[in-house]
């Protein structure tokens, strides 16, 4: 992305990959609270899963985009930082939502 330093895009990886997870889990929780089926899956699976995929496929290609000019060295430690870093966002998210809230707990 023209013009975005790498301090930018580390900011909108963040906000891409952890904003569009929080929003997921907050409208597929309204929808089971509005739908009143609430241990019933809310958004459905295919897109449940779909819009995960599509949120890590953005992710990795502004990250891609944030690591062109580092050293191998330097990029290979951002990468692996960053996924680890989604990664544990991701479980905190997910684990929250599903056992903190109790939806897939009969």
């Known amino acids: 992305m023209i013009g975005y330093s790498a301090k930018k895009l580390n900011r909108l990886i963040l906000f891409v990959w952890g904003g569009g997870l929080v929003v997921l889990v907050a409208v ?3 929808v089971r609270i509005i739908t009143g089926h609430y241990y019933v899956l809310g958004l459905g699976e295919p897109l449940w ?17 944030s690591i062109k000019n580092l050293t191998f060295k330097n990029a290979c430690f951002k990468v692996i930082l960053s996924i680890l870093l989604g990664m544990f966002f991701y479980l905190v998210v997910i684990w929250f939502y599903v056992i903190g809230t109790g939806i897939d707990s009969f």
């Open 28 to 30: 597929d929780y309204c």
């Open 49 to 65: 899963y779909g819009v995960q995929i599509l949120l890590t496929l953005i992710s990795l290609f502004l990250l891609y985009l």
